[in-house]
């Protein structure tokens, strides 16, 4: 804690805390973390109870709703986000104005941003019927644009939503359909999905969260903000880290060269991190993570492809890792992006997708926690303070005196 009145000349503390390490930018309801332990609960529930007993719509319910729904209270929500998943047929016009060779991420922030000039009856964030329509278009389209965002990059088609199916099961029928073929879903990988899905559903304030409630916190509208999220999950330091990871893992190529990628990660000299290792809260096994890593095993068991190299590097790794005293003792276990990305390398997704995948998911936290925060009588708009160390004052000095 500074006194900036000695820099200021202003009255009362300033707390400076880049990271935002132990600064609380908010008060809320939704999540729960208990890094030490290892605990994730949504609106009480265990992450773990909810990833085997539940399924993605209904905890898009809890979140956004606070309570579990009833059989009547599920079917009319699964209802209302089927309704929404089309796009406007104008915003074909917008992916066919990106290169074929964007990143689907590219591709998703810029349509996502464009929802606002197309949906102009749900971006008056002063009406409550209108951010309910505005929530539930999010969820309903965030598949859709991804999964077009993906068919346009590989040059294919578009594959228009199919309501009759499940959330899962739509997605990746818009992803590996090709029209006048026929394409059933495998219910084991729908179910995989629908896994990765919940697992990475809402993490109180991560980056993207909070880039997304700066955002709102002005007033901007829904559509906006959560493409200011997307933006930030792209990073490789957070969602961009599972296409990171399962690139690493590739590039480590053979389990013989393991002990090489882990003294360069413990090597100070050496900006090289394990990645898909770590985490900011967790300073035990992430809960996601132990889920995830028991899901990879069915899917790759079921694909019978358990001798698929680039598994058998991530056993290792992460063997080598947890028996490695620097790992231990800075409390680095792999994290939940470590695993969901060899599970959607096994069903056939290019690491492109991987972080397109955790936008999906993540919309809802984005929009449960915008819904939070502009509900919030007490909202301010979001205005860190800084700690000038610049220059001080000084006189300009004309240009042929310099
Ligand atoms: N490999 C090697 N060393 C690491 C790693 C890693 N993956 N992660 C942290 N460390 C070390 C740091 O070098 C640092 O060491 P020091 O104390 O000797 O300086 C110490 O552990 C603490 O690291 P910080 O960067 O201060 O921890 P922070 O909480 O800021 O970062 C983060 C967390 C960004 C997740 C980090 O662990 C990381 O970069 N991991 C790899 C990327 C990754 O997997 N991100 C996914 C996050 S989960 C998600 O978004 C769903």
Request: with cysteine; aromatic share 10%.
């Amino acid at each position: 804690v500074i006194d900036i009145r000695k820099l200021y000349g202003q009255a009362g503390v300033f707390t400076y805390d880049p990271g935002f390490t132990s600064t609380a930018s908010c008060d809320s309801t939704i999540t729960y973390i208990d890094g030490e332990k290892g605990e994730l609960l949504h609106r009480g529930y265990p992450i773990d109870q909810l990833a085997e007993k539940s399924h993605f719509l209904e905890v898009c319910y809890l979140l956004l709703y606070g309570e579990l729904p009833t059989a009547a209270q599920l079917e009319d929500f699964e209802e209302r986000v089927t309704r929404h998943t089309m796009l406007h047929e104008q915003m074909m016009y917008l992916f066919r104005g990106y290169r074929r060779d964007a990143h689907p991420m590219a591709i998703m922030v810029g349509v996502v941003g464009a929802l606002s000039a197309f949906y102009h009856d749900s971006t008056d964030i002063s009406d409550p019927w209108q951010r309910e329509v505005a929530s539930i278009r999010m969820i309903a389209k965030m598949p859709t644009i991804a999964a077009m965002a993906f068919k346009y990059t590989l040059g294919q088609p578009f594959v228009y939503p199919r309501n009759d199916l499940d959330y899962a099961s739509n997605f990746m029928r818009m992803c590996f359909a090709v029209p006048a073929e026929d394409y059933e879903v495998n219910p084991i990988l729908s179910r995989a999905m629908d896994r990765i899905f919940t697992l990475h559903a809402d993490h109180e304030q991560n980056a993207s969260t909070s880039t997304v409630r700066l955002a709102s916190s002005s007033g901007a509208n829904p559509f906006a903000c959560i493409a200011a999220g997307i933006a930030c999950l792209w990073g490789p330091a957070h969602g961009g880290a599972n296409q990171a990871c399962l690139e690493m893992l590739r590039e480590i190529g053979s389990v013989e060269r393991i002990p090489e990628y882990i003294a360069r990660a413990k090597d100070k000299d050496d900006d090289f991190r394990l990645m898909g290792f770590g985490h900011r809260v967790y300073k035990n096994f992430d809960p996601r993570a132990k889920v995830m890593k028991q899901s990879a095993d069915e899917v790759l068991e079921l694909l019978g492809i358990e001798d698929n190299p680039t598994l058998q590097v991530a056993k290792a790794l992460e063997k080598a890792a947890l028996e490695d005293d620097y790992f231990v003792e800075k409390k680095l276990f792999p994290n939940v992006d470590f695993y969901s990305g060899i599970i959607l390398e096994a069903m056939g997704f290019p690491t492109s997708m991987f972080t397109p995948i955790f936008a999906v998911s993540r919309t809802i936290g984005w929009i449960s926690q915008w819904k939070e925060m502009i509900s919030d009588p007490q909202l301010k708009i979001g205005r860190p303070r800084q700690l000038y160390h610049g220059e001080t004052l000084r006189d300009y000095v004309d240009i042929e005196n310099r």
